[in-house]
């Protein structure tokens, strides 16, 4: 009986530690899935985010290349011109020097653009709001829509890393309304929060959701969005609204 008894036990205590080893080999199992799973996250992140930080010093250099390169080169073909018109006497081809002074000022312009586009000067040397300033006054003197800001702090403190992915976001997001959503009038809002600051970007062009669009678009402007805002861990929203469009970007405030 007494044997029976201590085989019994010896049974129950075996299967005791069989259950346990199988707990731990499923908690081993879970726990490595669950740091593979981190460590896969944590490399997408840093992929991306140096991928955008490649993109940004890419952009930098050719707006650079742009504007003392092509714009000099321009400039000085502009004043050769200038040169050559106060000596001729045709009035033919003074009028083909005005044509050609026309179209190389064009293309100044153009170029301008272009290096303003890839790299906002001012972004660096003035800060976030300044330059988004700047941007929709060009906006403004070239589309009908309207763009204005609206701020309840005018010293925002933000990182340039963030500072650069957001204003690339609300570009493409402006450059959307302007092309697709045909829209009159677009209202930026920024408003202090603790520890950092909301961006609400109210539109009253057509209504789209943001998430289907997303889901469906064959383009690269709402994923670059996308990464952009995963880049400096910004929280996007959409709000509800009876007229347009409006969405909410939180961001925190760090500097670097």
């Known amino acids: ?50 991928s955008l930080e490649s993109e940004k010093q890419e952009r930098k250099r050719i707006a650079a ?9 321009l400039n000085a073909i502009k004043n050769f011109l200038a040169v050559l018109y106060k000596k001729e006497t045709s009035e ?22 272009v290096s303003y586009k890839l790299m906002p000067p001012l972004l660096e040397t003035s800060g976030f709001l300044v330059a988004l300033q700047d941007y929709f006054t060009r906006l403004n003197s070239k589309t009908k829509a309207k763009f204005s800001i609206k701020c309840d702090d005018h010293s ?20 959307n309304m302007i092309k697709y959503g045909q829209i009159t009038s677009c209202e930026i809002y920024i408003k202090t929060e603790i520890g950092g600051y909301d961006i609400i970007i109210k539109d009253d062009g057509i209504p789209f959701n943001f998430k289907e669009m997303y889901a469906i678009s064959k383009g690269t402007g709402l994923k670059n969005i996308s990464s952009r805002l995963k880049v400096i861990d910004a929280i996007f929203k959409q709000n509800q609204v009876l007229l347009g469009n409006e969405f909410v970007i939180s961001v925190k405030n760090k500097l670097k």
């Open 92 to 113: 033919d081809k003074k009028a083909l020097f005005d044509d050609i002074k026309t179209g190389v000022e064009a293309a100044i312009e153009n170029t301008r653009l």
């Open 65 to 73: 290349d742009i504007h003392d390169g092509v714009s000099g080169d």
């Open 1 to 50: 009986m007494e044997s029976a008894n201590k085989v019994g036990t010896i049974i129950i205590l075996g299967t005791g530690l069989i259950f346990l080893l199988v707990l731990v080999v499923l908690f081993l199992a879970v726990f490595y899935q669950t740091y593979v799973m981190k460590m896969k996250r944590k490399e997408a992140e840093l992929l991306l985010k140096t």
């Open 156 to 175: 925002i403190l933000l990182s340039n890393e963030i500072s650069y992915e957001l204003f690339r976001i609300l570009q493409e997001l402006t450059t």
